[in-house]
């Protein structure tokens, strides 16, 4: 759907991220973990190119959250959207994560922005309290991981950063072995390296793994094929097929 949502709030998170709360029931209330919308960033068709982002939480008044970097002109003009600033979305799009009923141990793996539908995810998973949710949350630093009291609390929560400034001094894929065992089920959403590691992990062989890509995207509806992959199960569309896959169906451009 295409609407027009009002800003309700905006704050920087951590250093140069940004969660923003828009006004959008109708998208709430169909909007799966792991599925995005495609936001206009800016005034007049200016960029022309509309923004992929993940939908990082919904909330029960209609509200959805986005999480995203500051990274150029078109997330600059939405993170200095102020309360009542609108902004024109169309969403939710995607096939989101798809978790098993029979699921009972789920593993989720974040790097560093790839917080943002995992967050949504665990929030879900852990609101049914049918399943043992725990969350390797992995960043740069320990300032760009979510804030505490920002996750859903019945989540188990680990944190890693690589410079040992909060939780654990390791990446994620380093300390995979010690909690894959147990899971039926491993999410993940994070960079295209965290992924290419993950794929040769013992630990995870024979195991549904469910990544999220972050492709570049253009028209978000699979009309323009920018966001083309190769898979085992031939080319595929990103904003689709996916953004979700299962982590053994990629092949990895060399
Ligand atoms: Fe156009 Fe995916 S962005 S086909």
């Not at 923003?20 to 919308?37: E, R, V």
Request: charged content about 25%.
């Amino acid at each position: 759907m295409l609407i027009k949502a009002n800003v309700r709030s905006s704050l920087e998170l951590m250093p140069g991220t940004r969660l923003l709360w828009l006004d959008a029931p109708a998208i709430a209330a169909a909007a799966h973990p792991g599925q995005f919308l495609m936001i206009r960033c800016g005034e007049d068709h200016d960029p022309v190119l509309r923004r992929p982002l993940s939908i990082h939480r919904t909330n029960s008044s209609g509200g959805v959250a986005l999480l995203f970097e500051v990274v150029g002109r078109g997330t600059r003009w939405l993170a200095e959207r102020v309360p009542g600033d609108c902004v024109d979305v169309l969403g939710p799009l995607g096939n989101g994560f798809m978790v098993r009923d029979d699921a009972r141990d789920v593993l989720l793996v974040a790097g560093g922005i790839g917080i943002a539908p995992l967050a949504f995810l665990a929030e879900k998973m852990t609101e049914e309290g049918k399943k043992r949710v725990i969350l390797l949350h992995g960043a740069r630093r320990g300032e760009l991981l979510l804030p505490e009291g920002q996750l859903p609390g019945a989540t188990t929560v680990v944190d890693l950063s690589e410079d040992g400034s909060r939780g654990r001094r390791c990446l994620a894929t380093d300390v995979m072995d010690e909690y894959a065992g147990e899971a039926d089920q491993v999410f993940a959403c994070g960079p295209a390296a965290m992924y290419r590691a993950m794929a040769e992990l013992e630990c995870l062989k024979g195991k549904s793994v469910q990544v999220s890509l972050e492709e570049r995207m253009a028209c978000g509806l699979g009309a323009c094929y920018v966001c083309t992959i190769r898979t085992t199960k031939g080319l595929k569309q990103v904003c689709r097929d996916g953004p979700v896959f299962e982590l053994a169906d990629i092949l990895w451009e060399r």
